[in-house]
């Protein structure tokens, strides 16, 4: 019985000349792409039509006059990633708001605000509400270290006599004592905030008294910060 010998060629492409070369790939197999020194500069998929890019290498496409598409789920959650090894910058005008999606935004990555910053930062607000009753402590664990700038409360019903609610630092009061007693609606801002207290660190608690009264009225509580080192 005869057999046959099959002799496979191995084909070289190189780039970069005066002449443009078109070359087809078949389906099962991979191209890579080398510089004059056979460092590889890239790898073209065939079966998954896609090129991939050694370590260290650039895609270049700040010269292009047209735009790069790319399909749905091309660019995966890891490429975003704070630890990917490519990071995606998205710098194009057509990023508006509109491709955001609806309710999604929020303070989870505010920037710490430095001492006597030259950009400004974006404040973080905490709405803490309640239903009248008793007397007692509303307490909101912070996720991140924040200094309290300023607090307001707004009645939702009918005041109590001598009531008062107080935005604290765990035990520690923040501001003074802000008049709980008025008609439904009233709001009543702090006068004063204490520097001695109006951090709280990252696990804190940031706290919404209500004394003074017999019980507590209604009310919403409204805390402005924003995130320090």
């Not at 078949?26 to 065939?46: F, M, P, R, Y």
């Not at 490429?79 to 194009?92: F, G, H, R």
């Not at 505010?110 to 950009?119: D, F, G, H, L, Y």
């Amino acid at each position: 019985m005869s057999q046959q010998v099959k002799v496979y060629r191995e084909l070289q492409f190189f780039l970069g000349g005066a002449k443009k070369i078109a070359f087809s790939v078949n389906s099962s197999g991979n191209v890579e792409i080398k510089d004059a020194s056979g460092n590889i500069i890239g790898t073209l998929d065939a079966v998954n039509r896609k090129l991939t890019l050694p370590s260290g290498a650039v895609l270049d496409v700040s010269a292009a006059t047209g735009s790069i598409v790319f399909a749905a789920g091309e660019i995966d959650t890891a490429d975003l990633a704070s630890n990917a090894v490519t990071t995606v910058k998205i710098t194009d005008a057509n990023v508006t708001q509109a491709k955001i999606a609806e309710a999604s935004l929020d303070g989870t990555v505010a920037k710490v605000v430095a001492a006597s910053n030259v950009i400004g930062g974006i404040p973080v607000l905490h709405r803490i509400s309640a239903a009248a009753g008793d007397n007692a402590d509303h307490d909101v664990i912070l996720t991140h270290k924040e200094q309290v700038i300023d607090a307001w409360i707004v009645l939702a019903g009918a005041g109590v006599a001598s009531a008062v609610i107080t935005v604290k630092n765990a035990i520690n009061a923040i501001t003074d004592t802000m008049a709980a007693s008025g008609a439904d609606a009233t709001l009543v801002r702090a006068a004063t905030i204490d520097d001695a207290n109006h951090e709280i660190v990252a696990g804190g608690t940031l706290r919404v008294t209500t004394s003074g009264g017999t019980t507590a009225p209604a009310f919403i509580c409204y805390v402005l910060a924003v995130r320090v080192a």
